[in-house]
Structure formats: structure tokens, C-alpha cells
């Protein structure tokens, strides 16, 4: 078995909250504590407020739904627990190559996929061979386990080749910011799992925050903007800054020091958007499948059980002499089993803050959860429809109006380029650029003209600017500062833009994210 990592190293690309339900990591390892797994902070207390421009209302844990509480789940660091988990895949004979991105599919001549090939290394920005060109590696296999995560750049083309999308809802998504912090020891409370709703984000606007307290005086603090916002001229990146100013969680940095920064796209579709999982040669498991429980932020434990479920299948495939063909035993397990059942349960709540926005989609979609409790798989007795794609829903400019965010103050608040030299984002200068406009002409009549140019604020590094020039606007790709999160991929009004993988080992280093 072979594992490709487009990162310098396994774990440099996770970016997380983070707190797992370990259920997914005992299915894998049952003695992962005696094995030294970093999942060392238990969660010890949960709190949950809705935030108002001056004050905060903490929502009583009596009145949440039961499967919000974090009671025997742990504050990690994603990336970590990667790390240690590649460890153990390599002692048990598994080769892992990282600094290898997965470039293309190669199919046989059925259309069957039979494998990924590595891309090109030591092109030029013209595209041209450079004296350090090397060329990509063919890895071929029975069958091959997509785990791009969310939008990642091969499970969209297969979705787009097999269909498989092809009666479901459109996926959804959010992006989600996040800094680690070093507080100071009387702000540190290990354990403790807080999240807001509200300020500083409208009603209409769906998101919120996590502060996650674990470690030596490490603070997690992330913030997630749905999407599916409409007015152009919001910022998530400002929106993050500007929650931390709030009297209800600045005094928890004051004083500190941020020391890590990364942002990431991840699934919210749920339930109605999960596509065909299997297609000839190979199955998408975790975020490339959509697999994320949005009202508990929680992914990882499900990204693990559904590559067991992969696994699994492939292996009882090959044993009857089986390859390239559909495993759909894995497809089967993953739609009748515990997957299946985390996410039917929280299938209403996304498309409910969608329609009814923050304040009333929260109380109906709590409504909706504690009927779960109830009645499992049965809540309401209907699953309601996701509405547009992102892409899609967006305000044209003249129907909204500017947003004015408060210069940063390099103690509490951050610029975006300063923030992004704490992702240890690094890319090949003399590389072609990766972010691939299919037409600079639409992206000035209608993303510029039309949109007043959102790629300039949805980007949480700073990647594309429109500079005014006297002979008109020109469009700037700052590509060495992106941070992988695909945003633009997702939300560019025109679907104009391609996020395809970079050079490999390029991109950010998080550490300890």
C-alpha cells in the first residue's frame, strides 16, 4: 500500500479545530492510548453562548441537544495525531511518500481508474522544463482511496467523469480560520470547549467560533464563515479579527502570543449531499466524500471510519482476486452504518440556518436534533433540500453595501500577509501558478465589475488583489501565499477559477495546528 501527501511532511496540510470523538481512532487502534497517541486533554467543561455586539448569553447546557455535549472526546492537534498515526502506518509496512501531490487519474482503457501519477517537479512558470525538472510518477493499484479532503482537486474530476453527484443536493461548505495561541496561565482553563454564535456576523450570515483550551497554555481559536453569505464585500479573515475584539473573548489573548495561523475550506453539506462513494477503481472516503457533522464541527472520527470501511472492502475485494471494479461493499457499509447514522440526525440543521438564518435556524434545528434524540433517524419526519451551490448565491455589489473592518492593531488583530508568515506557507517561486483563471475577461466584467471583486476578501492569505491602473483594473495572483484552503475554488461567482495542486511539498507547514 501506498500513501501520496502533498505536503513537505505528513500532518503539514491538517488544519482542525480541534476536538475529536475518538470513536473513529479505537476503531482503529484500540490501545492507542499505551501506544503514545497525542490525544492527551480531555474535554472537562462545554460552554455556548450567542454573542451581541457588547455582551454574550450563555445557552444552558440543560437545553442543548445530548449529541452536542463533548463528554469523552479530547482536544488535539490535528496535524499531530497525523503525524503519530503516519508513524504507525509506516511501521506496519505502508509507504509513505510525502511531498508527492496527486496530480491526474489515470484510467485504463475500460475507464476503469487504475491509479494517480505524481505531478511534474522543476517546471518553470512558462511551464517550461527547468535544469531541477523531474518528471511525475505513475503509481498504479487495484484500487484507489481518494482522502483529498474537502474540494480536493481529483475528487472533483471523478465526481465530474462517473456522475457522481447525479441526484444529490449540492455540496456545501464553509471556510474556517484559526490561530494558536500561547496565553498567559491564568487564562488557561485545559479542557474547556467554548463556542459562540453571533457578532460579529449578521443574522443571515451563517457561522461562529471555537475556543479550545489544551496543552501548555495553548488556545485554540478558529472562527467559520457558511459560504453561502451573500454580500460581496464581507471578509471571513475580518470577520475572525474582528470577533476577538469582543469583551466577552479578548481577555483570554491578552497578554499572549499567537504563534500559528492556517485557514480551510470544509464540507457542510451533510446527509443530502453525499455523492456515490464508489466509482470503477476506487471509493472517496472523509471530507472528499463530505462526511463532516456541521453542528458538532466534527469530521476526523468519520474520515477514520470510513477509511477502515475503504479498507476493509479493498481488502476483501483483492482476497477474491477482484481489481477496478466497484467496492460496493464499502458504499453499502458506509450508508448503513454509524456514519450513516451521525449524519441523518443533523441532516435539517444546515439547510435550516440557511433558511431561517442564525437565531431561529438554531432553535429549530435544536428542535429538530433533540427529536433525533428521541425518534432516532426520524427528527421531524422530512429532510429538507439545500438551496444553491455558493457560487450561486451571492449578492450583486450594488445590492449591499461595503463593510468597514478596523485596522489591525499587531496585538490582538493581524494583517493577512503578516498572519500567513505563521502558516509556513512556501511555494517554488519559479513554478506555474496553480490557481488557473479560465478567463481573465469574465473575471473583470463580471467578478470586478459586476461582484466589486470578492476573491480580494473571501481569500484568507491575501492571494488575489485587483489593482486599479490608469489603463484599467488588473488582476493579481499572489500565488506563494496560498494557504491550500480552495475557497476560491468554491465561491468564485463564475466557477472561473481552478485550484489544481502545486508543485509538491508546497504550501503551508502548520505546526502543531
Known amino acids: 500500500m501506498v500513501v501520496l501527501e502533498k505536503g513537505s511532511e505528513v500532518g503539514a496540510h491538517i488544519l482542525s479545530g480541534a476536538v475529536i470523538d475518538p470513536i473513529g481512532l479505537t476503531s482503529l487502534f484500540s490501545d492507542w492510548k499505551a501506544k503514545g497517541a497525542p490525544v492527551e486533554t480531555a474535554v472537562t467543561e462545554d460552554r455556548f453562548y450567542y454573542l451581541g455586539p457588547a455582551g454574550a448569553l450563555r445557552i444552558p447546557n440543560l ?58 517537479m522543476g517546471l518553470g512558470k512558462n511551464g517550461e522544463p527547468t535544469d531541477r525538472f523531474t518528471r511525475g510518477m505513475e503509481l498504479k493499484g487495484k484500487y484507489t482511496i481518494i482522502a483529498e479532503g474537502a474540494r480536493g482537486s481529483l475528487a472533483k474530476q471523478l465526481m465530474a467523469k462517473f456522475g457522481l453527484e447525479k441526484g ?72 475572525f479579527q474582528r470577533f476577538k475584539t469582543h469583551p466577552a473573548i479578548r481577555d483570554t489573548f491578552e497578554g499572549g502570543r499567537r504563534i500559528a495561523y492556517g485557514a480551510r475550506a470544509l464540507t457542510e453539506g451533510g446527509w443530502q449531499s453525499i455523492p456515490e462513494l464508489a466509482f470503477p477503481g ?121 463593510i468597514a473592518y478596523p485596522k489591525p492593531d499587531g496585538v490582538l488583530t493581524f494583517d493577512r500577509l503578516t498572519n500567513v508568515s505563521f502558516s509556513g506557507t512556501n511555494h517554488e517561486e519559479d513554478q506555474p501558478v496553480h490557481l488557473k483563471v479560465a478567463s481573465l475577461a469574465v473575471q473583470k466584467n463580471s467578478e470586478h465589475d459586476v461582484y466589486a471583486g470578492p476573491s480580494s476578501r473571501y481569500c484568507p492569505a491575501g492571494v488575489y488583489e485587483w489593482l486599479e491602473e490608469p489603463g ?20 468564485d461567482p463564475n466557477q472561473n477559477i481552478d485550484w489544481v495542486v502545486p508543485e509538491g511539498g508546497g504550501g503551508p507547514n502548520y505546526p502543531g495546528m
Request: proline fraction near 6%.
Open 63 to 120: 437545553v442543548m441537544p445530548p449529541l452536542m455535549s463533548n463528554h469523552g472526546n479530547y482536544i488535539v492537534s490535528l496535524g499531530n495525531l497525523c503525524r503519530w498515526l503516519g508513524e504507525q502506518a509506516a511501521e506496519m509496512g505502508v509507504e509513505v511518500y510525502p511531498g508527492f501531490a496527486a496530480a491526474e487519474v489515470l484510467y485504463d482503457a475500460k475507464g476503469a481508474v487504475t491509479g494517480v501519477a505524481t505531478g511534474d
Open 168 to 239: 444529490r443536493q449540492p455540496q456545501k461548505y464553509g471556510i474556517g480560520l484559526k490561530e494558536l495561541w500561547e496565553v498567559r496561565p491564568e487564562a488557561h482553563k485545559p479542557g474547556l470547549v467554548q463556542h459562540t454564535l453571533g457578532w460579529p456576523l449578521d443574522d443571515r450570515t451563517g457561522g461562529g467560533s471555537f475556543l479550545y483550551h489544551y496543552g501548555s497554555n495553548l488556545v485554540s481559536v478558529g472562527f467559520v464563515v457558511h459560504l453561502n453569505y451573500r454580500n460581496p464585500y464581507l471578509s471571513p479573515y475580518g470577520e
Open 282 to 402: 476506487g471509493v472517496l472516503v472523509g471530507c472528499a466524500a463530505g462526511f463532516m457533522n456541521v453542528p458538532r464541527i466534527k469530521g476526523s472520527h468519520n474520515a477514520m471510519l470510513s477509511g477502515i470501511a475503504a479498507a476493509e472492502a479493498a481488502f476483501a475485494a483483492i482476497a477474491e482476486g477482484r481489481a477496478h471494479d466497484l467496492l460496493e461493499a464499502y458504499q453499502d457499509d458506509v450508508m448503513t452504518g454509524p456514519i450513516a447514522k451521525d449524519l441523518r440526525r443533523v441532516r435539517n440543521a444546515k439547510p435550516m440556518l440557511a433558511k431561517f438564518g442564525t437565531a431561529v435556524g438554531t432553535l429549530v434545528s435544536g428542535v429538530d436534533m433533540w427529536l433525533n434524540t428521541l425518534l432516532p433517524g426520524v427528527g421531524l419526519g422530512y429532510t429538507l433540500k439545500h438551496r444553491k451551490p455558493d457560487y450561486a448565491v451571492l449578492d450583486r455589489a450594488s445590492a449591499e453595501q461595503p
Open 472 to 491: 484599467g483594473p488588473r488582476y493579481v495572483i499572489n500565488a506563494q501565499n496560498c494557504v491550500h484552503c480552495k475557497t476560491c475554488d468554491i465561491k
